[in-house]
């Protein structure tokens, strides 16, 4: 709905651009719109890459770029030109599935493919359209309604059998591809050559009824989606002002004066604030930056545009961190929690500085991240603080995530707690690096480790939902609810700790 939704707006707003527009200018207009277009995609997209995603203005180029190329089709300089490039370009669309640039999107790769669509089109080569290529023609035929069906179809039985399997994977695409043969034969081919008899009465009773009852369950629906929008809502620990550039003792981010303990780390140090700070009563400071694990001069390279700026800011606040631990007495105990996995797998790039402040990128690798942990925790000993690490929580994916929404949804009369869990054996084979790097924190380095997975997990899976509280918001954070009920089954984080708190 969303796509159809921009779709649209864009059929709307740019015929009637044109129409109080002299024809003589429509090329120009459409260009600079174009140009517009994706160079606002981009700038918004380095700070809100789902309004990039999602809006008009940022989506408008892709769409442009085909308006642009209707007014080109009788171009005799422009037909001998995609004519030589025709191949090429057709080689690449059906190269565009299997490659990614690993940039954002929308980016290179969608300019990639709007524009060697263009050239196909405006080559209209007699190779492409020779009969070797029917079965594309096909799928071309039936792609609006295949467009149409095939994501309830997974969506429906991601919900409820989930789509982990190929074999549940291959039947949804034969259902899908069923299907749309079915839409694309029986309901779009017959309306484009049906005959309308209209009468009013055809019309006024069906929107009636589908009024009231668009009412009724659009008021149902909205209490439901409030909840679960409460319920999975973002968990920035005391405040979302807690996550800056630059480490900030504020008001909003302690729960008073001057307490004595300090939570350090990313965005899975903030899911664990609601937990500390509401269900054991722990009086503490907030210093969190999402995607900054509390390491010295270490980075996450993030691989986007602005990445080395990201990586700076992330050394910067780290740094302002720890001089404020190091220049306030009162603080007996540092909690340190973060992400890890992103610092550990030689699919990521960790990001240093030298003396001389030029940037240093390596392959993220388990021995990197342990001597990055030996770091830091040697040097807050050395300063004379406790040393508390709490350990990610078992990811889960989105799968279990959809299910645990549907849950909360509907909630079944059966035990919610026994639903929507994860394998134990799944979570230590694929979070093994990461449970390493604890264990080394833990007995090599004398920190202690507080390991979530012992208040969510059995011998053979980890609970998802306690007392009929959802404990994640995603794959990887804890909710706000979740984190208070977690932390409430679970014996104090400080117990043994003399933090003279």
Same mark, same amino acid.
């Given at each position: ?74 171009? !005799? ?63 071309? *035929?039936?792609?609006?309604? @295949? ?77 439901? !989606? ?13 405040? =979302? ?16 004066? *001057? ?9 899975? !140090? ?41 990586? =700076? ?13 190091? *220049? ?39 021995? =990197? ?116 009920? @977690? ?6 984080? @400080? ?7």
């Amino acid at each position: 709905m969303w796509s159809l939704a921009v779709e649209e707006q864009f059929y709307f707003f740019v015929p009637a651009l044109l129409a109080f527009t002299p024809a003589r200018h429509w090329r120009k207009i459409l260009v600079v719109l174009a140009i517009a277009s994706f160079v606002g995609c981009l700038y918004l997209s380095l700070s809100n890459q789902s309004a990039a995603f999602y809006l008009l203005p940022t989506r408008a180029w892709e769409l442009l770029i085909g308006s642009i190329a209707s007014m080109l089709v009788h171009s !005799a300089s422009v037909k001998n030109v995609t004519s030589k490039l025709a191949i090429p370009a057709f080689a690449v669309l059906l190269a565009s599935p299997f490659f990614n640039s690993g940039l954002s999107h929308p980016g290179l790769d969608a300019v990639v493919v709007c524009f060697a669509t263009a050239i196909v089109l405006l080559a209209n080569h007699r190779l492409i359209n020779s009969k070797v290529w029917s079965p594309i023609e096909k799928a071309g *035929d039936i792609s609006y309604s @295949l467009y149409l069906v095939h994501w309830p179809i997974i969506a429906i039985a991601n919900a409820s059998i989930g789509t982990e399997s190929m074999t549940v994977k291959a039947t949804l695409l034969a259902a899908s591809l069923v299907t749309a043969i079915a839409l694309y034969n029986l309901v779009e081919k017959p309306f484009r050559v049906m005959q309308y008899d209209f009468k009013p009465s055809l019309v006024v009773f069906p929107a009636l009824t589908l009024a009231l009852f668009g009412l009724s369950h659009s008021f149902l629906k909205v209490q439901s !989606a409030e909840k679960i929008e409460k319920l999975f809502a973002p968990n920035y620990g005391l405040d =979302r002002s807690c996550g800056t550039n630059i480490y900030k003792d504020t008001e909003k981010c302690r729960t008073s004066q *001057d307490p004595k303990i300090i939570v350090w780390g990313d965005s899975y !140090a903030m899911h664990n604030i609601p937990g500390l700070s509401q269900a054991q009563k722990i009086d503490i400071r907030q210093a969190t930056r999402s995607a900054c694990a509390p390491f010295l001069n270490t980075a996450p390279n993030t691989k986007r545009s602005d990445f080395e700026a990201q990586a =700076r800011q992330c050394v910067g606040f780290n740094d302002s961190t720890f001089k404020f631990i190091s *220049d306030t007495p009162s603080i007996k105990t540092v909690i340190l929690a973060g992400s890890y996995g992103q610092y550990m797998q030689d699919t990521f790039e960790s990001i240093s500085f030298d003396t001389s402040g030029v940037m240093q990128i390596e392959k993220s690798t388990p021995e =990197r991240a342990m001597k990055d942990m030996q770091v830091v925790v040697e040097k807050l000993k050395a300063l004379g603080k406790q040393v508390v690490i709490i350990s990610p929580p078992p990811p889960i994916n989105t799968t279990i995530v959809s299910c645990i929404q549907a849950e909360m949804a509907s909630p079944s009369l059966t035990n919610q707690s026994s639903k929507c869990l994860l394998d134990r054996k799944l979570f230590e084979r694929s979070h093994k690096n990461v449970l390493n790097l604890m264990k080394y924190a833990e007995t090599s380095l004398g920190a202690k480790v507080i390991y979530l997975s012992d208040a969510l997990c059995d011998a053979k899976s980890c609970k998802t939902i306690i007392d009929g509280v959802p404990i994640y918001r995603d794959p990887g954070h804890l909710s706000n609810t979740g984190s208070v009920k @977690l932390y409430q089954k679970m014996p104090n984080i @400080l117990a043994g700790i003399n933090s003279n708190s």
